[in-house]
């Protein structure tokens, strides 16, 4: 007993209600949270080809163990995706609790240690999928275990989803759930990646929820000219059309444009920078300063920048085979990301109305994510969100977020599905060094991952379990 109120003193008091019959021993609860992320990460996931079949397999066994019925699907055999449920008295509608089972791929000979060892050292977990996104996974698998462990009564079904091919091939993930399968994880919410928090001297400062997302898509350019010897130069010279033309797109500023999700982050932000970051958050939309803020915001931390418009940014280049062979054809990808409701067709066309040549010809990538408007930052989930997360961090501010990738919420929130983004703590050092998502040496803070599970934990028990 005296062991319980300590236990209970430690709480603040609505965390206490909210989890009083569920005193969680968060050590053992967090090592075992740690093992499952660290299986995880020891399946070679890698997209292409993919093999997700593995990862469900291991999800299968460690539901099964606790009880858990779990059914997969799968377009393609190796490619399978699983759906689990703890069912509620369906007096509220459910929450999906989504989370992707492929990786992008590696270069083995960038990384110190195994890509896919799980290598535990000095507090962190080294992997591929450690951030991206095996730890929302595992996180998701944990609340679900500890739903059924505990017997918790609940006003709505929670659903796990462990969806394959976000990486690049949604046709046999989320495209084949939505479009075949929709039934089995409709729900009113979704909680999945995107979402940051940034630790300054150790402490949250700021817990960043993914609302929205910008739209990939992309273009090829193709120029085309007269082919020749390189010993005599000309004016049809198709590397030099496409340079051109890259130039030009490269350096297209697009139209500056808020939505409520970004309005509200600069608003926030705003409220506990300094001084001079402050007056510049608080004009973004001053048409007087914005051309010199977006500069600033482009010179020191782009990712401002990017959410502020529809962004072009030329990644790849490919021209030539031979050093004295003029071409007569070069090709290359601008990587554009655009605002959720940007029209698609029209920014095609100021695209080429900016380059401004007929000899390159723009080439559309196929669009294999819908556009969809952001979530609601005003419900019942966001404010649990906003709420626990204030809780857990007293000194932090809650920021909902636009992310500048892509995630598989987008196809979900264009079937109406309010859909939230969470994540770990970082610090910023730790975001701007190579340790990141799809970087090499990819890795977590096990506090800052067991901290992802408690926070997801207390969400969906504030806002599906039974008063």
């Not at 402050?278 to 973004?284: L, P, Q, S, W």
């Not at 990538?365 to 404010?383: L, T, V």
């Not at 598989?408 to 109406?416: H, I, T, Y």
Request: aromatic share 8%.
């Amino acid at each position: 007993m005296r062991l319980i109120l300590l236990a209970l003193l430690g709480l603040p008091a609505a965390a206490a209600n909210a989890q009083q019959s569920f005193l969680i021993d968060w050590e053992e609860v967090g090592a075992e949270s740690v093992g499952h992320l660290v299986e995880l990460v020891r399946i070679d996931s890698s997209n292409p080809p993919g093999n997700e079949t593995e990862v469900t397999d291991y999800l299968q066994m460690a539901l099964a163990i606790e009880g858990i019925d779990s059914k997969t699907y799968a377009l393609e055999p190796s490619r399978a995706n699983l759906v689990a449920r703890v069912k509620g008295n369906g007096s509220k509608r459910p929450i999906l609790l989504m989370g992707h089972t492929d990786v992008v791929g590696v270069q083995r000979d960038k990384w110190y240690a195994d890509p896919f060892s799980g290598l535990r050292e000095d507090g962190f977990i080294y992997g591929r999928g450690t951030l991206d996104d095996k730890d929302n996974l595992a996180a998701g698998l944990m609340v679900i275990k500890l739903l059924k462990r505990y017997g918790v009564e609940l006003d709505r079904d929670v659903i796990l989803l462990a969806e394959s091919g976000e990486e690049g091939t949604p046709e046999v993930g989320i495209n084949f759930m939505v479009e075949k399968h929709f039934d089995v994880i409709d729900a009113e919410y979704c909680l999945a990646e995107g979402g940051q928090n940034t630790l300054e001297n150790g402490v949250v400062k700021t817990v960043g929820i993914e609302t929205t997302e910008k739209m990939p898509r992309r273009v090829t350019l193709v120029a085309r000219g007269t082919p020749g010897h390189g010993s005599k130069p000309t004016l049809e010279n198709a590397v030099v059309i496409l340079a051109q033309a890259v130039a030009r797109a490269g350096a297209w500023e697009t139209e500056v444009r808020f939505s409520k999700t970004t309005r509200t982050y600069f608003e926030r932000l705003a409220e506990i920078s300094t001084a001079e970051d402050a007056d510049r958050y608080n004009n973004v939309e001053n048409p007087q300063r914005s051309e010199a803020i977006q500069q600033h915001f482009l010179e020191t931390f782009p990712y401002h920048y990017s959410i502020s418009r529809s962004s072009v940014a030329p990644t790849v280049m490919d021209a030539g085979f031979r050093k004295n062979v003029i071409p007569s054809e070069a090709s290359a990808i601008l990587d554009i990301r655009m605002l959720p409701d940007e029209s698609v067709d029209e920014f095609y066309e100021k695209l080429a109305a900016v380059i401004d040549d007929p000899r390159v010809e723009i080439v559309p990538e196929r669009i294999y994510r819908p556009a969809a408007p952001p979530s609601k930052i005003d419900n019942e989930m966001f404010q649990t969100l906003e709420r626990v997360a204030k809780r857990m961090y007293p000194a932090a501010t809650v920021l909902p977020i636009m992310s500048t990738g892509a995630t598989d919420m987008a196809q979900v929130r264009a079937k109406g599905m309010q859909s939230y983004g969470i994540g770990p703590a970082r610090s910023v050092e730790e975001i701007n060094s190579g340790f990141g998502a799809h970087g090499d040496n990819e890795r977590i803070s096990e506090d800052a991952f067991i901290e992802l599970v408690k926070y997801l934990w207390t969400v969906v028990i504030e806002i599906a379990a039974t008063e």
